[in-house]
């Protein structure tokens, strides 16, 4: 497991480049909301002392007064909310792609070309295996998460302090699973990127049967590596509700660092690629030479 995020980050490292064209991508899909709606808020907020009102924070009232003009600018960050959470669930599988090819060596030379060209070569296998899983991960947070809490909240009969408390049980419970199934998606795709054909169905099966396989050097590997992102988003929403610049420069520093954190997300993101590809790696050597090849005749 040490060995693993050990020679994982090397990896993390030389694919800056991969990470920089995700960002700036993310960046343009984003802007492609940002900028009309920050047209509408000019329109519908005029010549108003709009910006004085906010310095202290959000102030809902002060959108409540736009009148009609709310609702359409609601309507339209509705839609375009729905459509970056689509294009950007499908750039991130087309990006997965190279990112995981290019994690299975130790090239010590980014190559922009085959990045894309990796990315476009396992996008659809890649899609079939986020969607299968995201949608396994959907079911089970309704089995096991809500399910639970609201059985236990409309009972009339549950004693003080039982719904925090099956919260957290189920909260834990269900934490272990996206663990496992983070695992089984991420084996999937490290081992779908070692063949040369796209067999989705038998990366998942390979990646269910590697992760419980190894399943007490796997888990703790990705638990730490969750924790690890999670404690940085932690300290993302420490730091950035916090700041309230004032000038326009203060704006442009708080959108300079925004991004650079916003990077730094994506590089913790290849790392635990990284890492589970390397961990991958070890075991096969392990178990011998064969043991990844013959994963095609799973």
Partial sequence: MLKALKTAFPRTIYLWKGALIIWFSSLLLVSILAMPIKSAL??????????????????????????????????????????????????????????????KGSSAKFSASEFFSSSAKNFWSFLVISIIISLIIIFLGMLIVILPLSIVGQSDNSPEGALFKTGIVVMSVFFIIITILLLVADYARAWQVTIDKNKCFKAIGFGFSQ???????????????????FAFGWLVLEILPGMRPATGGGVFY?????????????????????????????????????????????
């Fill in 42 to 103: 000019k329109s519908g907020f005029g010549q108003s002392m709009i910006t004085e009102k906010l310095a202290g924070g959000l102030n809902f009232e002060v959108f409540a007064d736009l009148g009609v003009a709310f609702k359409s600018i609601m309507s339209f960050f509705s839609v375009g909310l729905f459509m970056i959470i689509l294009v950007g669930f499908i750039l991130n599988v087309f990006f997965a792609g190279g990112i995981f090819d290019r994690l």
């Fill in 211 to 229: 992760t419980f396989k190894t399943f007490f050097s796997s888990i703790p590997l990705m638990i730490i590596l969750l924790l690890v992102q």
């Fill in 254 to 298: 708080l959108f300079i660092l925004s991004q650079i954190l916003f990077f730094l997300k994506i590089v913790l993101k290849i790392w635990r690629y990284g890492s589970v590809s390397c961990l991958m790696q070890i075991n096969s050597q392990k178990d011998g030479p064969t043991e990844i090849s013959s994963g095609s005749d799973l």
